[in-house]
């Protein structure tokens, strides 16, 4: 064989063994394309065509892009997406903060007073301050305040109606706050005609309410479906001075509560005076009754008069414009509206176009007087649930606008409340204070730029 011939051989012979070393994975690995930033985040499908790596190579994870850092784990982070309550799934469709309510019409079988026309009532903006602030805010005060100290009830009237009552003992003891659910599934709730006030607010996600009811006179033997306590309870509780009924709450609200030294009757702990209704599933169906929870105060100790003071009560109504029917534009799942019958000298309850009944006497709810206080809200750092919706935060201490609604009237007017430990008062634009008439009062906390429709 000539020399050329063994050489040419020879090159063949070695081409053939490179290729079979690559084969075997002996050559070096062939290099990964990679992505721009960009790339990668706009065209995931470009990761999928291209070379996979040999499994003998040790890949190195790829840094996001600037604009999008990667989320830490920690329980108190706040989520840029708008979370899902954990224990109550939302509706398909939810109210934007500046979207206008739509309240659905009572059915032709009511009564034609109760169809007012349809309501122009605005949510407004929701949130004072940006996403995620601590539960602390400055005291703003209105330009007048009261001109004198509320005047004093005397021990045989009950300081939260203005009416006498019987039998002293009754008002002479511990006011009880019982805290309600108000999903449609929880609806109608048990014994909450019989509260003497009752305060509704904006809860987590900014859509549904929550009631807190206070009872002090009357002792219905069940009340519910009872829930999670929530920050605006910081405020009410020391307003009534009262003890709180409730079933849990998130690990900020818990430790809130307990730094304030409030006297508690939680479901967890007090299980053996809560039970579970048959005509509902969890979480709506948990009730109490009030002499339940009053035996409870005894056997703790806590059972004492609360100290009630700065609400005035008249007869007579103060000047003030017609108010026929009031629209309050919460969320879908809890809109409101209040319509004036005359001859009962009550405001009727409808929520989502329904008449609005207790369920142990099937009556629709009225209330002589309804109080829409407005107060700066805002979306706090406190974490409610396992997807990481926040609770709201309501500025209720310094003073704002009000309208005390009654007898066919509204009142404009200012709310105040200086003090920790005092109602809220209530004052015209001299200081003088606005009376509610004796009977049951509903307090409204809404937002400042909400816009109620009032004829």
Not at 49 to 77: E, G, H, M, Q
Not at 205 to 228: C, H, M, Y
Not at 362 to 376: I, P
Request: charged share 15%; aromatic share 8%; net charge neutral.
């Amino acid at each position: 064989m000539r020399y050329h011939d063994k050489l040419t051989m020879w090159m063949i012979l070695g081409l053939v063994a490179t290729v079979c070393l690559g084969q075997l994975g002996c050559a070096a690995p062939t290099p990964v394309p990679t992505l721009s930033p960009a790339a990668a985040t706009s065209a995931p499908t470009a990761m999928l065509s291209a070379t996979p790596i040999p499994p003998t190579t040790t890949a190195t994870a790829t840094a996001l892009p600037t604009d999008t850092p990667r989320p830490t784990a920690s329980a108190t982070r706040t989520c840029t997406a708008t979370p899902l309550p954990s224990a109550t799934p939302w509706p398909t469709t939810t109210l934007a903060p500046s979207a206008t309510a739509t309240l659905a019409q009572p059915t032709a079988a009511q009564p034609a007073a109760t169809q007012p026309p349809a309501s122009n009532a605005s949510a407004g903006e929701v949130a004072a301050k940006p996403k995620g602030s601590p539960l602390t805010y400055a005291l703003e005060f209105p330009p007048v305040g009261p001109a004198s100290a509320p005047p004093s009830v005397n021990g045989g009237t009950n300081p939260l109606t203005g009416q006498p009552v019987a039998d002293p003992g009754l008002v002479q003891r511990r006011a009880l706050l019982v805290r309600y659910g108000n999903d449609r599934a929880a609806r109608p709730h048990a014994g909450i005609s019989q509260a003497d006030v009752v305060f509704e607010e904006l809860m987590d996600a900014w859509w549904i309410t929550r009631l807190t009811a206070v009872f002090l006179q009357n002792e219905p033997d069940k009340v519910g479906p009872i829930r999670s306590a929530r920050p605006v309870l910081l405020e009410v509780l020391p307003a009534t001075d009262g003890a709180l009924v409730y079933s849990g709450a998130s690990i900020g609200v818990t430790q809130l509560l307990a730094d304030g030294g409030y006297n508690l009757i939680d479901e967890t702990r007090d299980g053996d005076i809560f039970f579970r209704g048959t005509d509902r599933k969890s979480p709506h169906n948990l009730y109490t009754s009030i002499p339940a929870a009053r035996q409870r105060l005894r056997e703790r100790g806590w059972e004492r008069a609360s100290a009630l003071r700065g609400w005035t009560f008249a007869a007579d109504a103060p000047a003030g414009a017609s108010a026929a029917s009031v629209d309050i534009p919460y969320p879908p799942t809890s809109v409101v509206r209040w319509t004036y019958d005359a001859a009962a000298g009550v405001y009727r309850r409808w929520v989502q176009g329904a008449a609005y009944v207790d369920q142990l006497s099937g009556v629709q709810v009225g209330s002589e007087n309804v109080v829409v206080l407005y107060a700066k809200h805002w979306e706090t750092d406190i974490v409610e649930d396992s997807r990481g919706a926040t609770a709201i935060g309501i500025a209720l201490k310094g003073g704002g606008r009000v309208q005390v609604i009654r007898d066919g009237r509204v009142i404009e007017g200012y709310w105040w409340r200086a003090e920790p430990d005092m109602l809220f008062q209530f004052i015209d634009s001299n200081g003088n204070h606005i009376p509610l008439k004796p009977g049951h009062t509903w307090v409204q906390l809404v937002p400042t730029s909400y816009q109620l429709d009032i004829r």
